[in-house]
């Protein structure tokens, strides 16, 4: 049991599950061994051969139907992954983008011939997947984005740059947010499917050098005249881009919360292990009232963030989350968790600032969580439009 003894929600709570938790379990054991993770951070990317192993593994595309080539599961199954993901500090496989995002995106919206030609591809890891939405000029209001596909006869030729690209490097079936109408605000936003093996004047930029997540290959995009057939527009309507990344922002905003609670968890961990170990002026440093004080309030942050978060799965599954929860899961977990960690990191001392110590990593990954995927602010924006 670990040490924040909360219960997975009924819909989790299923032998089917159990099993392959065990199996994802194992998937990460071999593929993600703590040598292979560092390997990654050295390198700032994941290598491509785990892609090949989750696809036979049956892992990509987990919870999109078999008929599309997938396993035929569903978010519970992603929830599974996300957690060893995160246990496993194996984030520089970008697996929870790839499924639980892109894959998704074109389930809901792609029409039946676009599901035919990219699932399945997905789902073997021949074809590896990114959302690109953020700019040069603008994260938080999409609506404001630059990047533009501009129909010249049978193709859409886009121009335009983007960063922060998660699975920057490794994708080769981009999502691209564009603007067909310039004048049209967000209802000129359209979603361009580009795959970049056959797209001339696409390029990758460097990855970027971040403060933590350093296994993950952040990237710049850049599209000179990138011409895609018209097939590749996403759900073949012009001007539905906004509303189809607008669909999906709960579960995107839960991902987010769901790997909060799964590092607080870790970070709690490691804690009490190493507080148990240290001795400090004759004794533990556990046997201090002022570190059972700080871990009492760290576990009880990270129960109340965790029993809010798996409630919102829980929605979730019935169909029932919306945006106003969603956002307060995002916003309550990584706001919790920027705190605990940082509690935890000074419960370690001077062992906590280095980075061999897990509690260093979690303490610089951490800080992103309450930037991306939309940041605290626009968290609280959301939600106050809710009153
Ligand atoms: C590691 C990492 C991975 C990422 N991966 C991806 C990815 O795969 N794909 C992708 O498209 N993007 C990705 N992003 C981008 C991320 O989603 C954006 O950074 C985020 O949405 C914020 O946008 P911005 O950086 O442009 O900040 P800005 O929008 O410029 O915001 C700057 C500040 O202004 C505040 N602000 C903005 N609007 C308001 C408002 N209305 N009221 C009050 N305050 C406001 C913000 O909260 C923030 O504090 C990633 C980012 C990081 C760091």
Known sequence: MSVLNVENPACMQDDEINMFQDAVNRFYERHASPET??????????????????????????????????????????????????????????????????????LLHGTEEQKQRWLPRLATGELRGAIAMSEPGTGSDLSAVRTTAVKDGDDYVINGQKTFISNGQVANLICVVTKTDTSAGSRGVSLMMVETEAAEGFRRGRILDKVGCESQD??????????????????????????????????ERLIIALQGIYAMEIALEHTVEYVKERKVFGQRVMDYQNTQFKLAECKTQATVAKVFTLHCLDLLMQGKLDDTMASMAKLHVSEAQGKLVD??????????????????????????????????EIMKLVISRSM
């Open 37 to 106: 993770t560092e390997q990654w951070r050295q390198n700032h990317m994941s290598d491509l051969d785990i892609w090949k192993h989750a696809g036979e593994a049956g892992l990509l595309c987990a919870s999109i139907p078999m008929e599309y080539g997938g396993s035929g599961g569903d978010f519970r199954h992603e929830v599974v992954i996300i957690e060893n993901s995160i246990k496993h500090d194996a984030g520089g496989f970008g697996i929870t983008l790839h499924n639980a995002i892109l894959a998704p995106y074109i």
């Open 218 to 251: 952040t990237s710049e995009l850049f599209f000179e005249d990138v011409r895609v057939p018209k097939e590749n527009l996403l759900g073949l309507e012009e001007g539905k881009g906004f509303v189809q990344l607008m669909k999906e922002l709960p579960k």
């Open 343 to 376: 509690e935890c990191l000074q419960l370690f001392g001077g062992y906590g600032y280095m980075n061999e110590y897990p509690i260093a990593r979690l303490y610089r990954d951490a800080r992103g969580q309450r930037i991306w995927g939309g940041t605290s």
